[in-house]
């Protein structure tokens, strides 16, 4: 009889409590090389050279991608009826109102035609989810974006390293957020990465993420 291997629980060894006595034993538990190795690492290997950008959850990395990408007060995001909260959550928080839309019952993910039909002059963006690790139709998603002049973003939680005709999620929009909570298939215990389509808004995500400051006490920005 073959084990059964649990589909959210965290497996940690040897080579995960070293890593974390690696940490612990050079003095430096936030931030640090080891923190901007992950990010160099997850970017090479994940989402084909994107820069990324650590934060402390996946709930964070959306919320601070949306800022990053000038969403705010006004603005209308569409996003699935079917998530988790924190995709909505995350609009809210930036003072933008969450839309909410059906999905395609044999994915479960956003339905592109019933993005199309939300959209109105206060729609800034689109927001879908890569649900249980299946991408969303994000050609249809880029071509309707595209056509109507409103932004991209990927809720890509929990799926790390899933891709759609050899193209990998997280290299689709302006920014996508993936999780490493516990029961994601990629774990730091806890914590979020941000993928960015360009310098801009991975600057924008380094400033938001560290009340403002590349440089320590440089505030530029309210972070």
């Known amino acids: 009889m073959s084990e059964?291997?649990?589909?959210?629980?965290?497996?940690?060894?040897?080579?995960?409590?070293?890593?974390?006595?690696?940490?612990?034993r050079s003095?430096?538990?936030?931030?640090?090389?080891?923190?901007?190795?992950?990010?160099?690492?997850?970017?090479?290997?994940?989402?084909a050279g994107r820069e990324c950008v650590a934060v402390n959850s996946g709930t964070a990395g959306l919320h601070l991608g949306l800022l990053a990408a000038g969403v705010g007060p006004g603005d209308e995001v569409i996003v699935?009826?079917?998530?988790?909260?924190?995709?909505?959550?995350?609009?809210?928080?930036?003072?933008a109102t969450p839309v909410f839309?059906?999905?395609?019952?044999?994915?479960?993910?956003?339905?592109?035609?019933?993005?199309?039909?939300?959209?109105t002059d206060r729609t800034r963006g689109v927001l879908p989810v890569h649900l249980y690790g299946h991408p969303a139709r994000m050609r249809e998603l880029e071509e309707l974006t595209r056509r109507r002049g409103i932004a991209l973003y990927e809720d890509a939680a929990q799926a790390h390293g899933?891709?759609?005709?050899?193209?990998?999620?997280?290299?689709?929009?302006?920014?996508a957020m993936f999780s490493l909570y516990p029961t994601?298939?990629?774990?730091?215990?806890?914590?979020?990465?941000?993928?960015a389509a360009n310098p801009e808004i991975s600057r924008r995500l380094r400033l938001l993420r560290n009340q403002?400051?590349?440089?320590?006490?440089?505030?530029?920005?309210?972070?």
């Open 162 to 175: 899933a891709s759609l005709d050899g193209r990998p999620v997280g290299t689709f929009g302006e920014f």
């Open 212 to 223: 403002g400051m590349e440089r320590q006490y440089e505030n530029e920005i309210i972070g």
């Open 4 to 24: 059964f291997i649990p589909p959210a629980k965290p497996i940690i060894g040897d080579e995960e409590r070293e890593a974390v006595d690696r940490v612990l």
């Open 184 to 195: 994601k298939n990629m774990t730091s215990g806890e914590g979020g990465m941000v993928s």
């Open 101 to 119: 839309v059906d999905i395609e019952p044999d994915t479960f993910t956003l339905d592109p035609s019933a993005v199309e039909a939300a959209i």
């Open 80 to 95: 699935p009826s079917f998530t988790f909260a924190a995709t909505g959550n995350s609009v809210a928080l930036t003072g």
């Open 27 to 47: 003095g430096m538990v936030a931030q640090g090389p080891e923190v901007a190795a992950f990010e160099d690492e997850f970017g090479r290997h994940l989402v």
